[in-house]
């Protein structure tokens, strides 16, 4: 293929590089110039075009893509058609996603301008899923080398989806007095729901005494009349013949591992009873968040027999999100080492409802509203407090003169409270456990209402997200641990946190401070109901 800038003269059968747009004539990228397209091209006065030209021996990218996709064996999966180079390959059933990583290397070395780029090995999904993407990078590429890569293709399983089949699962759990039964009950319809992808369904559940005798006759029961066994502890595994691995010998089977390098998801068992596996689930698995359970059970679902060899070699990547209410969290923290919490006061907003006055300049009390909502933020005593500003940021900063606090200037706060809540966030620092975010133009927050807020995130150990409601309905201030950190960075747009609240996946602590929860003043005729006086 010959790259460069021909002239318009001799451009008809060439292939732009670059699209050609102007008045009356627009020609995309790819496109082979015809006669007509040349004489179109000297009206406009365009005298030369960047384009290419194929060689012997070359193909387009859409061939060349094509020549590729018709090489994969095409069970569970469906290939959308060739456009600039691209095609898309999406699962056609719910299942595992596996990817042969030696024979993806093989084929993204042919040559640079052949790829492939697939989701992780092993991960699970659903119908209609993209799995992975061939790209051709030019416009042409020689079809030796198209056939070179279509080759590793056809002669190795280098991706594919096997597909869920349902299976018949037995739930066992354990019982001691220190485990109440709604954390069983939960833990019963999470299972449920984890089967559902895959069509399998809980036959039923029984739950015995945490001794190994008792526990053994229920695995041997389930593991009569099912396909799968899964064993629910009320207390966690610390060794190989406590009592899950012991009741899976005394039913007569095989522990074929315990442990796995996979967090969360340590603490799990492996065994079977006569061709049944019997998982014995680690404590996270009470979680819906993804662990080492998942990894496993998708494997069991997908027709694989994990064993010691599969699970040994799950480090890398085995470093999931943190689960913050399991019992025994990463972060461990001592009594010696009290949570740092910081407040985070938003004052970046344009007041573009107030007709040219802004509300955080209204005065509440002989002061300015910002002052008021940063003084109480002050009085509840967190580790700092934090004051984000943006517009008519000077004479919001004036208020604040003499009170301390950290300013956090944000340029971007235009486009909207993300950027206000981005900006807090990335000035915290490393050692913040937690942030209470406070709406500036809420004139009846008081610190007291703040303090009750930090007093319930320390009592829930800093992994929960606690938030102020009145009668019920959900409000501000909202304190959010560190674990929310990363989706704050993530935010776009004129949104706040709510989503991020509704879908951590953590507990929730609603705090009742009544009418102040939802007052906030957004119009002159709101400053003023609220009992504040227009300034400027």
Do not use: Y
């Not at 002669?155 to 759990?173: C, D, I, N, Q, W």
């Not at 930090?454 to 959010?480: E, M, Q």
């Amino acid at each position: 293929m010959i790259f460069g800038e021909v002239p318009v003269a001799d451009s008809v059968g060439a292939r732009l590089a670059h699209g050609v747009r102007v008045e009356g004539l627009s020609l995309h990228k790819g496109h082979v110039v015809t006669a007509e397209d040349r004489q179109a091209l000297v009206v406009a006065g365009i005298a030369t075009i960047i384009a290419v030209r194929l060689e012997t021996g070359d193909i387009g990218e859409d061939e060349a893509a094509s020549l590729i996709a018709a090489a994969i064996p095409p069970d569970h999966l469906t290939f959308t058609p060739p456009a600039t180079g691209r095609i898309n390959l999406h699962a056609t059933a719910n299942g595992l996603f596996v990817a042969d990583r030696a024979a993806i290397d093989r084929f993204n070395r042919v040559d640079p301008a052949i790829t492939v780029a697939t989701l992780p090995d092993h991960a699970s999904v659903a119908a209609g899923d993209m799995v992975a993407t061939i790209k051709i990078i030019p416009l042409a590429v020689s079809g030796d080398l198209a056939r070179k890569a279509a080759a590793v293709m056809a002669t190795s399983r280098a991706l594919e989806v096997k597909p869920f089949a349902a299976h018949r699962v037995g739930l066992v759990a354990t019982e001691l007095p220190t485990l109440k039964v709604s954390v069983m009950d939960k833990t019963r319809r999470l299972v449920e729901q984890r089967l559902q992808p895959s069509g399998s369904r809980l036959t039923g559940e029984v739950r015995v005494p945490h001794r190994a005798r008792a526990l053994a006759e229920a695995i041997h029961r389930s593991a009569a009349d099912n396909d799968l066994v899964l064993v629910f502890g009320a207390s966690a595994v610390t060794d190989q013949n406590d009592v899950i691995p012991a009741a899976i010998r005394a039913a007569g089977g095989v522990v074929e591992h315990v442990g796995m390098p996979v967090d969360p998801g340590n603490l799990l068992v492996l065994g079977r009873v006569g061709t049944v596996p019997v998982i014995g689930a680690p404590g996270c698995a009470r979680s819906p968040k993804e662990n080492g359970f998942d990894w496993i059970l998708a494997r069991i679902f997908a027709g694989e027999n994990p064993g010691p060899v599969e699970i040994t070699g799950m480090g890398v990547g085995g470093l999931l999100a943190e689960i913050p209410t399991r019992p025994q969290p990463r972060d461990l923290r001592g009594p010696e080492q009290p949570l740092s919490v910081a407040a985070l006061v938003l004052a970046a907003g344009r007041a573009s409802r107030m007709n040219g006055s802004h509300k955080l300049l209204a005065a509440f009390d002989g002061e300015a509203l910002v002052r008021r909502s940063t003084e109480a933020a002050l009085e509840a005593r967190p580790a700092r407090v934090l004051v984000v500003t943006g517009h008519r940021a000077d004479e919001i900063e004036a208020e604040l003169a003499g009170l301390r606090i950290d300013i956090v200037r944000n340029p971007d706060h235009a486009q909207g409270m993300s950027t206000s809540l981005r900006a807090g966030i990335s000035a915290l620092g490393p050692g913040c456990d937690g942030v209470v975010v406070m709406l500036a133009d809420m004139p009846h927050v008081t610190g007291a209402d703040v303090r009750l807020l930090l007093d319930a995130f320390t009592a829930a150990g800093g992994h929960a997200i606690v938030r102020a409601v009145s009668g019920g309905k959900r409000g501000n201030p909202v304190v959010l641990p560190r674990a929310t950190f990363a989706a704050i960075r993530a935010l776009e747009g004129d949104v706040g946190a709510r989503h991020i609240v509704e879908s951590a996946g953590l507990d929730i602590v609603d705090l009742e401070i009544g009418e102040a929860a939802h007052i906030d003043v957004d119009t002159p005729e709101a400053v003023l109901a609220a009992g504040g006086v227009l300034k400027g």
